[in-house]
T-cell receptor, first 117, second 112 residues
Framework: AQKVTQAQTEISVVEKEDVTLDCVYETRDTTYYLFWYKQPPSGELVFLIRRNSFDEQNEISGRYSWNFQKSTSSFNFTITASQVVDSAVYFCALSHAGGTSYGKLTFGQGTILTVHP | KAGVTQTPRYLIKTRGQQVTLSCSPISGHRSVSWYQQTPGQGLQFLFEYFSETQRNKGNFPGRFSGRQFSNSRSEMNVSTLELGDSALYLC???????????FGPGTRLTVL
């Protein structure tokens, strides 16, 4: 069975603070894919990043960075120097290839991030 | 490229009625997935279509059904609506099996 856990329900920070969103996943498969999505108040889920299970290279993209560690089944997301526009719900998701996994993302419960000016 | 579009954006129905939601994927994307989002259950997978075939289905009752047309547009239908069906229904398209999914703005369904 697949499971994604985002232990932080809500995080509140002041602008320019760094913030890390935690994600822990469970899967029996050796090949899987991890994602982060952002859902602003408008409701549309916005894709941020995808990571393959065989690629543990961490990535930095502007103010965003991701830390993927297979040993701890974690895929954490950090926003550096947060801004008010970063306020949204952030979802971590997991998928597999083929079989009963076609087109299916398993999402965590989401973390509500509020950045105060 | 235009993004995923969903119509209608908002819908109000009463219990017992049925509803049809529409989704147009990004041009060239053949996979369309549907999700239900509620405050209590979060984001849950409904089903996925690829080349007019349902390849995967989530754990929802048979009242929830869908189909995909030859142009990859997809519809989902909910019959005999219940109060608990009130939710944001999100459609996502993808070019392939292991690619990221791109979501539409959703249809917010309210059942009274």
């Amino acid at each position: 069975a697949q499971k994604v856990t985002q232990a932080q329900t809500e995080i509140s920070v002041v602008e320019k603070e760094d913030v890390t969103l935690d994600c822990v996943y469970e899967t029996r498969d050796t090949t899987y894919y991890l994602f982060w999505y952002k859902q602003p108040p408008s409701g549309e889920l916005v894709f941020l990043i995808r990571r393959n299970s065989f690629d543990e290279q961490n990535e930095i993209s502007g103010r965003y960075s991701w830390n993927f560690q297979k040993s701890t089944s974690s895929f954490n997301f950090t926003i550096t120097a947060s801004q008010v526009v970063d306020s949204a719900v952030y979802f971590c998701a997991l998928s597999h290839a083929g079989g009963t996994s076609y087109g299916k993302l398993t999402f965590g419960q989401g973390t509500i991030l509020t950045v105060h000016p | 490229k235009a993004g995923v579009t969903q119509t209608p954006r908002y819908l109000i129905k009463t219990r017992g009625q049925q509803v049809t939601l529409s989704c147009s994927p990004i041009s060239g994307h053949r996979s369309v997935s549907w999700y239900q989002q509620t405050p209590g259950q979060g984001l849950q997978f409904l089903f996925e279509y690829f080349s007019e075939t349902q390849r995967n289905k989530g754990n929802f009752p048979g009242r929830f059904s869908g189909r995909q047309f030859s142009n990859s547009r997809s519809e989902m239908n909910v019959s005999t609506l219940e109060l608990g069906d009130s939710a944001l229904y999100l459609c996502a398209s993808s070019p392939g099996q292991i690619n990221e999914q791109f979501f539409g703005p959703g249809t917010r369904l309210t059942v009274l």
